[in-house]
């Protein structure tokens, strides 16, 4: 079988390249020109309280199963503790991968319940987020795809040089905020603040995105007309 290969353009992340790495509130975020990046972004009111404490006591059951310290799972409600990076990386690589992959399936678990307001099931308002992302797509970025859903929005781009991450929260976001909140005649922040990203490391995970990008409606059991799902591949 052909190994499978990033489109053109799309290229995974490459450690011996120069990359960025931060903490902002409580996630990483990494960020290389020209790497596949897979993003997430939220609305407001997409994880309420309760759903995260869940989340969190899940986390903390699955830590406590490991004799692992529950204090790991403390950034899911609240600001990381100095040293929580360090903490967690004295533990075996395979058990942060656990522990990481874990935290992610959940958190999409929660988004995929469809919580809050879901505005974004209005189609004139999942076209307006849509139209947004790709306002500058050749220029500045490059979409593969992506899928607006009721509450949050999953995307697979990269940033072209001269571009950085914060593209994604004053373009993207500010600007549709802007926009959906004079449609819908809401004031106040309407996207959470942190989006979530993660380098692409290689093709196999680069195809998996892809596939988590076109199924995540069906998972979520909408119908068509309640999200939007681009591809390039479509265009």
Same mark, same amino acid.
């Given at each position: 079988?052909?190994?499978?290969?990033?489109?053109?353009?799309?290229?995974?992340?490459?450690?011996?390249?120069?990359?960025?790495?931060?903490?902002?509130?409580?996630?990483?975020?990494?960020?290389?020109?020209?790497?596949?990046?897979?993003?997430?972004?939220?609305?407001?009111?997409?994880?309420?309280?309760?759903?995260?404490?869940?989340?969190?006591?899940?986390?903390?059951?699955?830590?406590?199963?490991?004799?692992?310290?529950?204090?790991?799972?403390?950034?899911?409600?609240?600001?990381?503790? &100095?040293? /929580? =990076?360090?903490? %967690? @990386? #004295?533990?075996?690589?395979?058990?942060? !991968?656990?522990?990481?992959?874990?935290?992610?399936?959940?958190?999409?678990?929660?988004?995929?319940?469809?919580?809050?307001?879901?505005?974004?099931?209005?189609?004139?308002?999942?076209?307006?987020?849509?139209?947004?992302?790709?306002?500058?797509?050749?220029?500045?970025?490059?979409?593969?795809?992506?899928?607006?859903? &009721?509450? /949050? =929005?999953?995307? %697979? @781009? #990269?940033?072209?040089?001269?571009?950085? !991450?914060?593209?994604?929260?004053?373009?993207?976001?500010?600007?549709?905020?802007?926009?959906?909140?004079?449609?819908?005649?809401?004031?106040?922040?309407?996207?959470?603040?942190?989006?979530?990203?993660?380098?692409?490391?290689?093709?196999?995970?680069?195809?998996?995105?892809?596939?988590?990008?076109?199924?995540?409606?069906?998972?979520?059991?909408?119908?068509?007309?309640?999200?939007?799902?681009?591809?390039?591949?479509?265009?």
């Amino acid at each position: 079988m052909p190994e499978n290969h990033p489109p053109p353009g799309f290229q995974p992340f490459d450690p011996s390249a120069p990359f960025d790495a931060a903490v902002s509130r409580n996630l990483p975020h990494w960020f290389q020109p020209g790497a596949a990046t897979f993003i997430t972004f939220r609305t407001n009111d997409s994880l309420p309280r309760e759903v995260i404490l869940r989340w969190r006591r899940e986390l903390e059951a699955w830590l406590r199963a490991r004799q692992l310290p529950v204090e790991l799972a403390i950034p899911v409600t609240d600001r990381a503790p &100095p040293g /929580h =990076v360090e903490q %967690l @990386a #004295r533990h075996d690589p395979a058990v942060q !991968r656990e522990f990481r992959t874990l935290k992610s399936r959940l958190f999409h678990r929660a988004l995929d319940e469809c919580h809050g307001a879901c505005l974004l099931r209005r189609q004139k308002l999942s076209a307006l987020v849509a139209e947004t992302m790709l306002h500058g797509a050749g220029v500045t970025h490059d979409i593969d795809c992506l899928v607006v859903m &009721p509450n /949050h =929005v999953h995307v %697979l @781009a #990269r940033f072209r040089g001269g571009t950085d !991450r914060s593209l994604v929260g004053h373009r993207w976001m500010r600007y549709s905020a802007r926009k959906i909140n004079r449609l819908a005649g809401l004031q106040g922040a309407f996207w959470q603040p942190e989006p979530f990203d993660h380098l692409v490391r290689n093709a196999e995970s680069f195809e998996g995105y892809q596939n988590y990008i076109a199924s995540n409606p069906a998972r979520a059991g909408l119908s068509s007309g309640e999200c939007r799902f681009w591809s390039r591949d479509l265009t």
